[in-house]
């Protein structure tokens, strides 16, 4: 019997996203998106790389889900490319965008997989940025539920697992207020707001679209980034001080979806910055969700029993692109969403690190590192079932190393290795640890 064991059915999978690696960028009729656009900016990528081919999934994804199988797992959580089904973000679709992640999820079934279908993970089709104003504007909340119809009708009878968006906080802060990523805009904080305010209306318009077009048994949730602490001892004055400021961090961005409102003092404290929003919004964005994924990482902060807040810059090991090695993070983030939003299913969507491979003489990729990485952070997860929360599955990113943004292929996320000089996938020493961590439903 494994000492750390996972619920039976937990649902173990993996996934990627899209744009980091598709490739095909001009294939079959699809549309520019605004990272075709950002990437061809000077200075925008790190060597100036793009995701036009990317892994070439594309064209190699019977390979990809033949490679999944064999590591043993049983989900695939992939995004579809709104500007591949909708080349204009409007108007008329492009049967042979639809017609690739139709076989996409025939192809998974066939392998006896569940197909995990996300609609947005950043890839805006560029007519609605350069054409719209692109998020600032509510007709680009209008059009994603649209276009969140159009894959419902086609994939609807064959996908039972749906989300609107991935991680709407990074689409935000970065793409219009940071600018590191895609459109690159840097707008003042009136903006950003409502930019926010029509990702999530999209959101809400969206699970509508979604509601009316699938069977009843299709699930539909979102996936979020929450900003994440764990509490210094695990005692109740701490703990109650950690779940506070998890609480009061991520407020603007679940607070609408779980309560149907933005955070009263937040809002009080922005001043002329508050959104505009129409009557009905709110209810819209508050849509019942069946499940809720968090896509996490590492802990921004450790909080004290007074509620303060320190950094693990010294102290704690860290991954390639710099993020914190923070294990507990799962356990606590699982368990303050349970018990602050009640949010029914969770499930862990992403989770992984980045470290530079090293391919020995034999070929073999022996990334340890990620191995314990992932041996540390598992436990959290296996903890809080243990203890009541309801976390159903857990996805590795990535399944292949692949195209990380503005790092370009620099930063290798995979469990398997891409050669991006040829493409060769080579499943690294990780991928055969989670397989036998599949297998035996625990380690
Ligand atoms: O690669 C990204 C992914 O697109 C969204 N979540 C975080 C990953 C690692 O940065």
Same mark, same amino acid.
């Given at each position: 019997?494994?000492?750390?064991?996972?619920?039976?059915?937990?649902?173990?999978?993996?996934?990627?996203?899209?744009?980091?690696?598709?490739?095909?960028?001009?294939?079959?009729?699809?549309?520019?998106?605004?990272?075709?656009?950002?990437?061809?900016?000077?200075?925008?990528?790190?060597?100036?790389?793009?995701?036009?081919?990317?892994?070439?999934?594309?064209?190699?994804?019977?390979?990809?889900?033949?490679?999944?199988?064999?590591?043993?797992?049983?989900?695939?959580?992939?995004?579809?490319?709104?500007?591949?089904?909708?080349?204009?973000?409007?108007?008329?679709?492009?049967?042979?965008?639809?017609?690739?992640?139709?076989?996409?999820?025939?192809?998974?079934?066939?392998?006896?997989?569940?197909?995990?279908?996300?609609?947005?993970?950043?890839?805006?089709?560029?007519?609605?940025?350069?054409?719209?104003?692109?998020?600032?504007?509510?007709?680009?909340?209008?059009?994603?539920?649209?276009?969140?119809?159009?894959?419902?009708?086609?994939?609807?009878?064959?996908?039972?697992?749906?989300?609107?968006?991935?991680?709407?906080?990074?689409?935000?802060?970065?793409?219009?207020?940071?600018?590191?990523?895609?459109?690159?805009?840097?707008?003042?904080?009136?903006?950003?707001?409502?930019?926010?305010?029509?990702?999530?209306?999209?959101?809400?318009?969206?699970?509508?679209?979604?509601?009316?077009?699938?069977?009843?048994?299709?699930?539909?949730?979102?996936?979020?980034?929450?900003?994440?602490?764990?509490?210094?001892?695990?005692?109740?004055?701490?703990?109650?001080?950690?779940?506070?400021?998890?609480?009061?961090?991520?407020?603007?961005?679940?607070?609408?979806?779980?309560?149907?409102?933005?955070?009263?003092?937040?809002?009080?404290?922005?001043?002329?910055?508050?959104?505009?929003?129409?009557?009905?919004?709110?209810?819209?964005?508050?849509?019942?969700?069946? &499940?809720?994924?968090? =896509?996490?990482?590492?802990?921004?902060?450790?909080? $004290?029993? +007074? @509620?303060?807040?320190? #950094? !693990?810059? *010294?102290?704690?090991?860290?991954?390639?692109?710099?993020?914190?090695?923070?294990?507990?993070?799962?356990?606590?983030?699982?368990?303050?969403?349970?018990?602050?939003?009640?949010?029914?299913?969770? &499930?862990?969507?992403? =989770?992984?690190?980045?470290?530079?491979?090293?391919? $020995?003489? +034999? @070929?073999?990729?022996? #990334? !340890?590192? *990620?191995?314990?990485?992932?041996?540390?952070?598992?436990?959290?997860?296996?903890?809080?079932?243990?203890?009541?929360?309801?976390?159903?599955?857990?996805?590795?990113?990535?399944?292949?190393?692949?195209?990380?943004?503005?790092?370009?292929?620099?930063?290798?996320?995979?469990?398997?290795?891409?050669?991006?000089?040829?493409?060769?996938?080579?499943?690294?020493?990780?991928?055969?640890?989670?397989?036998?961590?599949?297998?035996?439903?625990?380690?």
């Amino acid at each position: 019997m494994p000492a750390t064991r996972f619920p039976d059915g937990f649902l173990w999978g993996c996934a990627a996203s899209s744009y980091q690696i598709e490739g095909a960028h001009d294939a079959d009729g699809k549309g520019p998106s605004i990272w075709d656009d950002f990437v061809s900016r000077p200075g925008a990528i790190r060597d100036g790389q793009t995701g036009n081919v990317a892994c070439d999934h594309y064209h190699r994804w019977a390979q990809d889900l033949d490679l999944m199988r064999e590591l043993g797992f049983r989900a695939y959580r992939f995004s579809v490319s709104w500007p591949r089904v909708q080349p204009a973000g409007t108007g008329a679709v492009n049967p042979a965008g639809l017609d690739f992640y139709e076989r996409l999820v025939d192809g998974l079934l066939e392998r006896g997989m569940t197909p995990v279908c996300t609609l947005y993970h950043w890839d805006l089709p560029l007519a609605l940025e350069q054409g719209h104003g692109g998020w600032r504007r509510r007709v680009t909340a209008e059009a994603f539920a649209d276009y969140a119809g159009h894959v419902a009708a086609r994939l609807g009878d064959r996908v039972a697992l749906w989300t609107t968006f991935n991680e709407m906080p990074v689409s935000a802060i970065n793409g219009y207020k940071i600018g590191d990523h895609a459109p690159g805009a840097q707008e003042p904080e009136r903006v950003v707001r409502q930019v926010i305010h029509h990702l999530l209306l999209a959101h809400g318009l969206g699970v509508r679209a979604l509601r009316a077009a699938l069977p009843s048994g299709a699930r539909v949730g979102l996936v979020t980034n929450p900003w994440c602490c764990v509490p210094f001892f695990d005692d109740e004055d701490c703990v109650d001080a950690a779940r506070a400021v998890f609480e009061r961090r991520n407020a603007w961005f679940l607070d609408p979806i779980y309560r149907g409102s933005y955070p009263a003092e937040e809002w009080a404290a922005l001043g002329p910055d508050v959104p505009t929003i129409e009557p009905g919004d709110l209810k819209t964005i508050a849509a019942p969700l069946d &499940y809720l994924g968090l =896509n996490i990482y590492s802990s921004a902060a450790v909080v $004290g029993g +007074d @509620g303060s807040e320190h #950094d !693990y810059e *010294r102290w704690f090991p860290r991954t390639d692109n710099d993020w914190a090695v923070t294990p507990e993070v799962l356990y606590w983030a699982l368990r303050f969403v349970h018990e602050i939003y009640g949010a029914g299913d969770l &499930y862990i969507t992403e =989770n992984g690190c980045a470290y530079p491979d090293q391919m $020995g003489p +034999d @070929g073999a990729v022996r #990334d !340890y590192a *990620r191995l314990e990485y992932l041996r540390g952070y598992l436990r959290g997860v296996a903890r809080a079932a243990a203890e009541g929360v309801p976390v159903r599955g857990y996805f590795a990113w990535s399944i292949l190393d692949n195209f990380e943004w503005a790092h370009g292929t620099s930063k290798r996320f995979g469990i398997v290795h891409v050669n991006f000089e040829t493409l060769a996938r080579t499943p690294k020493a990780s991928a055969r640890w989670l397989r036998n961590v599949i297998a035996a439903n625990g380690f």
